[in-house]
């Protein structure tokens, strides 16, 4: 009963959200009507319920059918855990096709992030394709909340999430990762089925296309 | 009294008001964009940006409008002009107009240090389009990194809205930036082997309301979005510069002039945008010391900062000087103090004894006053638009009216180091809070003979090594208080940062010296000044405006009426 | 001689001590393994085969760790406090028969102090003395949030007592006795042959006692879904806030010591102790008959524990009102009822059969009046919200 409840409860969600997405959701919010509003009434309760001793019986039943199904646990350290394509771990910086570091350091990650733990000094780049590269690119892997707010916020798809997620270390300086430590972590992640390159531009404007000794734009969005 | 109609609003110009239709629209809010409009240049509107219907409303009271939009910046407000700025017609010429500047523009916001503050973001957004339709490949243009040694060009970001030329050509007289080619391929440039070096090339960065030209001193050190921004003056010459000082996490890293015809008007010279660096530099005093006393140190084992133990010996020593001899006790101001940390010290040395001598320190005076803009020559050209001072400190005339108030003879400076030099001065304070180099040798030599000698300062120096006692002191981006400049405009400096380390500012010192309770408050000390000193009498309000205020209404403005 | 029974008993006590400490290490194992079951999961798998050495990591993990005594306690209760609380519960066990037993002095006597009349009294009594580990710990922690949780332990305690002892009235009664042995012996004993003298057990005579029992037993052991004083999202952890490492474990130890305590008296008392038709009765003379006896007495405490720790996973916490208006408003007065059943069906000699029907009907009756009294709150409430 309290199954069937929650999925009404759950398709009512889906009919709101498609209702909000259908055109622009102002307008329609605007045009709300009373009949949109999906009151919940506390159930009534019948004298069979209100004994409760049934109820009891009743949930002792369902603990011990439970006690005889199979667990549902992933034995971790011997059974790697099956992570969604989209799962957030440790960060990495990503290399263009010459294995430079991409970022252009426009503070834009280092700027939406809600833990400040990036800390990017840019300087001059010596490469004629690019203004600005960073010198120091540091990441608290501690503060870090992975959030994945940097990766959206990133014009150059340099930073990404990976899916490795167990971070271990014996002190906080060695879990602040730099520029070095975070391409490496791209060398080891970049052909890993579940961290494909999430580029679709790549390089920085059209400045870079044309002035030569640039590298192509890398548009493939598996690995 | 000119009546101008703007979006059906009218707008009352008063009649000795010279305004065009951007600055009269701003009067009511409405924000007519432009580029190549800046209220000191020139016009010549070349950016199409701030085209907007305009017409005029005849004596009968009908309205005929001009068939094709005219730009605004070059439209005098005046009486019966009818101005439309939110139609569909103007509207649609700055969606264009914008997608026509963003043409052959890299779209580099991400790497551009302009990103923040730039209005072409500003404007884009606002008023433009947000898909440009073209197809072809941009124009891409080399950067100048050496168009000077200060300023840096990214070619293809400019809009060509010409500020920087016309300012070189204006203000600077000097002429070195110029636009080569046309048409699409038209591009800021220097004469060859002639980089834009003179000494106000730092304002055209502010000039370029894009990403075009970029400090070099700035480039790439912080994303604008990031800066914290307080008024406050320049301390560099007597010109006092109303600036603002924009900051990160306790670091200043630049100086912006700010518009205020008072004082030098919209810009500021590059040896006071760049000369604050000694606020951060490493020989910064940062601790408290009396020389050759072991220093107590904490759990840590780093020195403990023992401020109330060392003003104490200071302040005991102080009195037991004047007790003895008064005159052998004096201080020496320097004209990079401001006027409320001249008043406190006074106040506190006066109360001690009437007889102990407060001296103004040197004036550092280099050259002459350099007078823009120049001709072809270098000579100056009649009215001068921009001055920079021979005069190169903050306060003289604020100190000295200090000064004249609690001493009525001026005490001669020369005259205090021969008493030092004669060993007739027993104890002293000279309080610096300024850059280096500004007492030389011999006066230094002369001082060191003081047998105690307390030195409140911001640098390690000659001087500093001479003390008995040395007290870190807090520059101009470290505290609240006044500054007077060469015309008597007494202007506020804002307190940016905090001092390094275990620094104390200079008016807390001063009020702990005098045993002092409570915290250092600039505006009721000004209020406070206000009642006690006849001449600082502008400073009843406490607050002095983003503009100063004028402490003698005598010393007559034909600068600003020149300018 | 009399050296001979001291040690028989020093043997017969260190045996039954051991033996409690060590079930209820392995209890807590079981109750981890329970709950991961019944929440589908594997619960400790670990440390040893099927995670068998876990309780053993625990123990040394509380042997251990550092003992941390506050600055802000009161020294001496605080260490007093779970003394008493292992003291106590073991100190019940001490008239719990866990095996038959003869008036014949020769035979191996499965309980510590045998042929004690006023049994079950002595367990009530020492185990209430129980309270006052809650209560000292609470009040000697010098914690708010430890006051809290004593003063509630205080409360549920002294209320759930009532039905509780008074549960047991009927049972002695009919049984005409104190001694566990006998009231077990009586059960065993019911002039029932074979399988039918099953149900010569109180469980079925007196079915509503029995249940009272059991609900007030797991109320004074502080077990789920009575463990309000140490309600971990409101307390933090009730009483034992501050306490740590082998203090914490005393507490936790005689927690579990209560349940088997509990399991044994409910066995004892309702399900027939040592007695189960066809294997072991009163009158069962062969050769290991006693083994038999204890084996089928532990198979029913194990029944028991079971029991209990399926309770914990299933039920919720009860809010405190409703624990106070459970015990006040319900069973304090079916435990009354009861009694004058029993004594009614005793006094005018009816059949014994009438006494499980009337009981159950007295259950039954008891929670559909609650229920016929619940709905007309609720329906009371919408009407005065509408």
Not at chain 3, 77 to 84: E, R, S, V
Request: hydrophobic share 45%; glycine share 8%; proline share 6%.
């Amino acid at each position: 009963m309290g199954l069937a409840g929650c999925r009404r409860a759950v398709a009512k969600l889906r009919l709101v959200s498609r209702f909000e997405e259908a055109g622009s959701a102002l307008e329609n919010q605007s045009a709300m009507k009373a009949e949109d509003v999906h009151w919940v009434d506390e159930p009534t309760i019948g004298l069979w319920e209100a004994m409760y001793v049934p109820a009891i019986l009743g949930g002792l039943a369902t603990t011990l059918r439970h006690a005889f199904q199979k667990p549902v646990t992933q034995e971790y350290p011997e059974v790697a855990p099956d992570l969604p394509p989209n799962y957030r771990g440790v960060h990495r910086l990503n290399r263009d096709a010459q294995g430079r570091v991409k970022c252009v350091a426009c503070m834009l990650c280092a700027t939406v992030c809600p833990a400040h733990c990036i800390d990017i000094i840019g300087d001059q780049a010596p490469w004629a394709d690019r203004d600005k590269y960073p010198t120091k690119f540091e990441i608290d892997e501690l503060r870090c909340i992975y959030c994945g707010m940097c990766e959206q916020a990133c014009p150059v798809d340099a930073i990404e999430l990976t899916s490795i997620y167990d971070l271990t270390g014996v002190s906080r300086e060695e879990l602040i990762y730099d520029r070095e430590k975070l391409l490496i972590i791209y060398d080891q992640t970049k052909d890993n089925p579940k961290d494909p390159i999430r580029t679709t531009g790549g390089t920085l404007g059209p400045a870079a296309k044309i002035l030569g000794a640039i590298s192509p734009p890398t548009t493939n969005t598996k690995c | 009294m000119a009546i101008v109609t703007i979006n059906g609003q009218d707008v009352e110009i008063g009649d000795n008001e010279r305004l065009n239709v951007i600055q009269a629209a701003k009067r009511i809010g409405v924000e007519i964009p432009h580029y190549c409009w800046h209220p000191a240049l020139s016009v010549v509107a070349s950016c199409r940006m701030c085209l907007v219907e305009l017409g005029e409303k005849k004596p009968d009271g009908s309205v005929s409008m001009q068939p094709k939009l005219a730009p605004a910046c070059q439209m005098p407000a005046k009486h019966g002009t009818v101005v439309v700025t939110d139609s569909t017609k103007v509207k649609q010429a700055q969606a264009t107009n914008l997608e026509y500047l963003l043409l052959n523009h890299p779209l580099d916001c991400p790497t551009c240090d302009q990103a923040g503050e730039c209005f072409l973001q500003d404007y884009s957004y606002r008023f433009g389009r947000s898909a440009s339709r073209m197809e072809e490949p941009k124009i891409l243009r080399a950067d100048k990194p050496s168009i000077g040694d200060q300023i840096t060009l990214f070619t293809d970001r400019c809009v060509m809205c010409t500020r920087c030329v016309r300012f070189t050509r204006e203000l600077s007289g000097t002429s070195e930036l110029q636009v080569i080619n046309r048409g699409a391929l038209a591009e800021i440039d220097i004469y060859p082997g002639q980089p834009c070096n003179n000494k106000l090339a730092g304002n055209v960065v502010d000039l370029c309301p894009v990403g075009a030209l970029c400090s070099k001193d700035f480039l790439y050190k912080q994303r604008v979005w990031w800066l914290k921004t307080r008024e406050s003056v320049c301390p560099n010459c007597s010109t006092g510069c109303s600036i603002t000082v924009d900051q990160n996490e306790e670091h200043v890293y630049r100086l912006r002039p700010r518009s205020n015809p008072q004082a030098q008007g919209h810009f500021m010279c590059d040896e006071g945008r760049f000369g604050f660096k000694y606020v951060h530099a490493a020989e910064r005093l940062t601790r408290p010391a009396i020389k050759n006393e072991s220093v107590s140190t904490n759990g840590n084992g780093e020195v403990a900062p023992d401020w109330s133990r060392i003003l104490g010996r200071v302040r005991q020593v102080f009195s037991q000087h004047t007790e003895e001899d008064p005159n052998g006790v004096a201080a020496i101001f320097s004209p990079w103090m401001t006027c409320e940390d001249a008043y406190l010290l006074a106040s506190w040395l006066r109360s001690l004894s009437p007889a102990v001598r407060l001296a103004l320190g040197p004036i550092p005076i280099v050259g002459e006053d350099d007078l823009y803009p120049k001709d072809w020559r270098g000579e100056p050209v009649q009215p001068p638009r921009f001055v920079i001072r021979a005069e190169k400190c903050p306060n003289r005339r604020g100190v000295e009216a200090v000064l004249k108030h609690f001493q009525q003879a001026e005490v001669e400076i020369g005259a205090l180091f021969d008493d030092a030099r004669a060993g007739k001065l027993h104890a002293a304070q000279v309080v610096h809070p300024g850059p280096g180099g500004w007492l030389n040798g011999d006066q230094i030599t002369a001082l060191a003979r003081v047998p105690f000698l307390v030195v409140q300062g911001l640098l390690k120096s000659d001087l500093s090594d001479a003390a008995q006692v040395v007290l870190p002191g807090a520059s101009f981006a470290e505290k609240d208080g006044t500054f007077v400049n060469h015309a008597g405009l007494a202007q506020m400096i804002k307190r940016s940062i905090r001092c390094p380390a275990e620094g104390y500012t200079d008016a807390r010192i001063f009020m702990e010296l005098a045993g002092h309770t409570g915290l250092f408050n600039a505006r009721l000390l000004r209020q406070e000044m206000a009642r006690e000193i006849p001449h600082f009498a502008a400073f009843a309000a406490g607050d002095l405006g983003d503009q100063g205020v004028r402490l003698d209404a005598s010393v007559a403005s034909q600068e600003v009426a020149a300018r | 001689m009399t050296l001979t029974l001291l040690l028989v008993w020093l043997v017969k006590i260190a045996l039954v001590i051991g033996a409690i400490l060590g079930a209820c290490a392995y209890l807590i194992y079981v109750e981890r393994k329970l709950s991961a079951y019944m929440q589908d999961r594997m619960g400790p798998n670990r440390v040893g085969p099927w995670g068998l050495l876990q309780s053993v990591a625990d123990g040394l993990k509380f042997i251990l760790k550092e003992d941390v005594i506050p600055r802000h306690v009161d020294r001496f209760l605080f260490i007093l406090a779970p003394c008493i609380a292992m003291l106590t519960t073991l100190l019940a066990f001490a008239v719990v028969p866990f095996g038959p037993t003869s008036s014949d002095p020769k035979e191996v006597q499965f309980v510590i102090a045998p042929g004690i009349d006023v049994g079950i009294v002595f367990v009530f009594a020492v185990g209430s003395l129980a309270v006052y580990s809650f209560i000292l710990g609470g009040w000697a922690s010098n914690n708010k949030y430890s006051l809290l949780g004593a003063l509630r332990s205080s409360a549920q305690v002294i209320s759930y007592e009532i039905p509780l002892g008074t549960s047991i009235l009927g049972v002695v009664l009919m049984s005409s006795s104190l001694n566990l042995e006998r009231i077990i012996q009586s059960q065993a004993d019911q002039g029932l042959a074979g399988w039918q003298s099953l149900f010569g057990w109180n469980v079925w005579m007196q079915p509503l006692a029995a249940m009272i029992f059991l609900v007030s037993a797991l109320a004074e052991a502080n077990r789920l879904p009575f463990d309000l004083p140490e309600a971990e999202q409101e307390l933090v952890g009730g009483y034992h806030t501050e306490y740590s490492a082998m203090k914490f474990a005393m507490f936790f130890l005689g927690e579990y010591t209560h349940m088997i305590t509990v399991s044994f008296l409910f066995s004892a008392l309702f399900l027939g102790g040592w007695h189960f038709p066809g294997i072991a009765g009163a009158g069962s003379v062969y050769t290991g008959a006693w083994a038999i006896k204890v084996a089928v007495l532990l198979a029913k405490v194990a029944a028991v524990v079971f029991f209990i720790m399926w309770i914990r996973w299933t039920l919720p916490r009860f809010r405190f009102d409703q624990l106070m208006s459970l015990t006040w408003q319900g069973l304090v007065p079916l435990a009354f009822l009861n009694i004058v059943l029993v004594m009614v069906v005793k006094q005018f000699g009816w059949p014994v059969w009438v006494l499980p029907i009337a009981s159950i009907m007295l259950f039954v009756g008891a929670v559909a009046i609650n229920g016929m009294v619940l709905q007309r709150r609720m329906r009371k409430q919408r009407l005065a919200a509408a």
